[in-house]
C-alpha cells in the first residue's frame, strides 16, 4: 500500500527534511496528471496558479512545484506570496485547472507544506489526494517540445484579491482604529493594503517578513504583541492573522481575547438578521465551546457539528448549502465570498459588524458566555483503543454529572500517539477535575 502523505491540511513537515525539493517536484507532475484527468479544459494545456508564504525554504519548493507542474504539460501562473484564500479565490477567478499554496500556516519557520487545490478554489477530499500519492514517482509519457508547460509571473494578484475583499462589504469602514498582526507572513502587504482600501484606520503590526519571522511570536498562535499594541494606541479593535491568512482571532480595546467562536457567533447573528444564513444553520468542529452552541440556540440558530479540520467543515457546508462555518482557532468560511477560511474577510466582516451596529468588539462578543474548557493530552497510549468498555462507561458517569452545563470530548490524535481529553464545565476548577479523572482512566486502560 501506497504511504500516506498527506495530513488534515495538505503535506507538511520540515522543509528540506521531509519535504524536499524533489518531493515537490514529484508532488507537483502526479497533482498535475490526477486534477486535470478528473475534467476537462478549454484551452491546449492547463492551467494552474502558485502561491506561497514567506518561508525562505518557499523559495526553492515554489520552483521545484512549478517544475514538476510545467514538465507535466501545464501552464503555471505564478502568484508569489500570498494568502492561502487569495490563492483560492485567484485559482477560480482565474479559470484554473489547478491552485497550489506553499505554506505551512501558523507552523514554525522550518516547518514547510504543499497543498493543493482543484478547480474553483476548493481544498481536494481525501479521495483525490490518495490518486496523487498513488501517482507519485510512477512511470509516465513525459510531454517534450512545444507540449511541456509555459511559466508566467502575475503582477496584480495583490491587487485583484484585495479589490475582491473589499467588494464583499456594504459600507466603508470608516472612523474605526485597527491593529493588524500579519505574522510577518503572506498577509504582511496585502492585509494592511486592504483594510485601508475600506476605509479603516489601520496600524499594521508584524509587518516587515525577512523569510525567518514569520509566526516568531506574532500572529494568531502569540497575542501578547497585539494586546499591547491595541492598549498603546488606543486601537477599537486588532485581528490577529497566522501565516497564509486563512484564520484570525481578535482582541478587543481592553486587551481581552475574542476567538473563533465569538467571531463566528457575530457573524452569524449579522447573517440571521440580513436574512442571509442559510436554512438558519451554522457548521462548526466537536472542539466548538458549549457556550457558543448555547448561544446559538438561544438565537434560533442550529449548530451542526463536525469533526476536527476546516476541510470537514466546508464539506457540511457544500453538502448542506450552509454559508458560514468554523472553528474555535479561527478558520472562518464564508461560503458566499470564499472558499476556503480567510482571515482578511473574517476581520472586514466584523469591522462591517461593529460600525453597522455602533458596538464595540466587547459588546458584540458579549454574546457567548465561554464556558472555561480544559485539554489534557495523553501520551503514550493506544489511540485506536477509545472504545473501551471502561473508560466510555467513566465518560458518560462525568457527562451525566455535569448535565447541561458542561460537556466531554475524548479523542485520538490524527498524528500522534495520544488521546486528547476535553472537558467544559461551570468552573475552571470543575473542568480540570474531570479531566484529571478521565485522563487517568485512559492511562490506566490505554497504556502502551
Request: a negative charge; glycine letters at 10%; one cysteine or more.
Amino acid at each position: 500500500m501506497t504511504q500516506r502523505i498527506f495530513g488534515t491540511d495538505g503535506v507538511r513537515g520540515l522543509a528540506n527534511g521531509e519535504i524536499t525539493a524533489e518531493l515537490a517536484v514529484d508532488l507537483g507532475v502526479a497533482a498535475a496528471r490526477v486534477l486535470v484527468s478528473h475534467g476537462s479544459f478549454t484551452g491546449q494545456r492547463p492551467v494552474a496558479v502558485v502561491g506561497r508564504d514567506t518561508r525562505i525554504s518557499g523559495q526553492f519548493l515554489e520552483h521545484a512545484v512549478v517544475a514538476g507542474l510545467a514538465s507535466a504539460g501545464v501552464d503555471v501562473i505564478r502568484l508569489r506570496v500570498l494568502p492561502t484564500p487569495g490563492v483560492a479565490y485567484l485559482t477560480d477567478a482565474l479559470g484554473a485547472d489547478v491552485g497550489v499554496v506553499i505554506s505551512a500556516s501558523h507552523n514554525p519557520m522550518p516547518d514547510n507544506g504543499i497543498k493543493f487545490l482543484a478547480r474553483g478554489g476548493v481544498k481536494l477530499d481525501d479521495a483525490l489526494e490518495r490518486e496523487i500519492e498513488v501517482r507519485l514517482r510512477e512511470p509516465w509519457e513525459r510531454p517534450v517540445g512545444a507540449q511541456v508547460g509555459r511559466v508566467t509571473p502575475y503582477a496584480r494578484s495583490v491587487e485583484e484579491y484585495s479589490d475582491h475583499l473589499v467588494g464583499t462589504l456594504d459600507q466603508p469602514l470608516s472612523d474605526i482604529r485597527v491593529v493588524l498582526d500579519c505574522a510577518n507572513g503572506a498577509a504582511a502587504v496585502v492585509g494592511p493594503h486592504t483594510l485601508r482600501a475600506a476605509g479603516a484606520d489601520v496600524i499594521a503590526l508584524n509587518d516587515d517578513p525577512d523569510g525567518l519571522n514569520i509566526n516568531q511570536r506574532c500572529g494568531s498562535t502569540h497575542l501578547d504583541a497585539l494586546r499591547e499594541a491595541v492598549l498603546a494606541r488606543g486601537a477599537d479593535v486588532g485581528f490577529a492573522l497566522d501565516g497564509d491568512a486563512d484564520r484570525c482571532l481578535a482582541v478587543d480595546h481592553t486587551g481581552a481575547t475574542v476567538d473563533g467562536d465569538q467571531l463566528m457567533a457575530m457573524l452569524a447573528l449579522d447573517l440571521q438578521e440580513r436574512g442571509r444564513l442559510a436554512h438558519e444553520t451554522v457548521v462548526a468542529t466537536v472542539m466548538s465551546n458549549l457556550g457558543f452552541v448555547q448561544a446559538m440556540q438561544r438565537a434560533g440558530i442550529v449548530v451542526q457539528r463536525t469533526a476536527v479540520g476546516d476541510r470537514y467543515v466546508l464539506e457540511a457546508m457544500r453538502e448542506g448549502g450552509f454559508v458560514l462555518g468554523g472553528e474555535q482557532s479561527g478558520h472562518i468560511i464564508m461560503r458566499d465570498y470564499a472558499t476556503t477560511g480567510d482571515g482578511i474577510l473574517t476581520a472586514l466582516q466584523v469591522l462591517q459588524r461593529m460600525t453597522g451596529t455602533a458596538s464595540s468588539l466587547r459588546d458584540l462578543a458579549s454574546v457567548v458566555s465561554v464556558l472555561p474548557q480544559v485539554l489534557l493530552n495523553v501520551p503514550d497510549v493506544d489511540k485506536d483503543r477509545t472504545d473501551d468498555a471502561e473508560l466510555t462507561d467513566a465518560v458518560a458517569r462525568e457527562q451525566e454529572k455535569l448535565g447541561d452545563t458542561g460537556r466531554v470530548l475524548l479523542r485520538p490524535s490524527g498524528t500522534e500517539p495520544l488521546v486528547r481529553v476535553m472537558v467544559e464545565a461551570a468552573s475552571s476548577e470543575e473542568a480540570t477535575d474531570v479531566a484529571e479523572r478521565l485522563a487517568d482512566v485512559v492511562r490506566r486502560r490505554l497504556s502502551l
